[in-house]
């Protein structure tokens, strides 16, 4: 597609077949297009008053409104291997446990954790969950999983 910047994760060729906008040839229109849908995206978080966030239905419903104006795959788990993250076939259970442990709270030796705090929970989901299309997240633009 065009060059991968430094530290960024490379999109497989199946990944980039999913790109809606065939005009895009830099990483900088690329970067344009999702930081505009990421916006609205982060619009209709805002908006959302009822419901439980803490499933994976309202996740995966959540990264499409971050990436769906961009890509064909947002809102479904990654089926490729990348550099960093879990593997695909762990997105799913791992993304589990981390609704549960935001909604119960954590077991450890020491006992029970309070539950962390809803913003903290979403902004972790929103930065390292859910990645650009580039496989990186908007803060750091290195993190995938």
């Avoid at 960024?8 to 690329?30: F, I, W, Y």
């Amino acid at each position: 597609m065009f060059p991968e910047p430094e530290g960024a994760t490379p999109l497989d060729l199946n990944e980039t077949r999913g790109l809606k906008h065939k005009h895009v040839a830099t990483r900088s229109e690329l970067d344009e297009l999702e930081q505009d849908n990421r916006s609205r995206g982060g619009a209709w978080l805002r908006r959302k008053r009822k419901g439980d966030i803490l499933t994976l239905n309202f996740l995966c419903k959540l990264h499409d409104k971050l990436f769906g104006d961009v890509w064909r795959w947002a809102g479904r788990f990654r089926l490729t291997e990348k550099n960093i993250g879990v593997a695909p076939s762990q997105v799913a259970v791992q993304l589990q446990t981390l609704c549960d442990d935001a909604r119960f709270g954590r077991k450890t030796p020491s006992g029970l954790q309070k539950r962390p705090p809803l913003a903290s929970t979403t902004a972790w989901c929103r930065s390292t969950l859910f990645p650009t299309a580039t496989g990186a997240t908007p803060a750091s633009r290195r993190t995938s999983i």
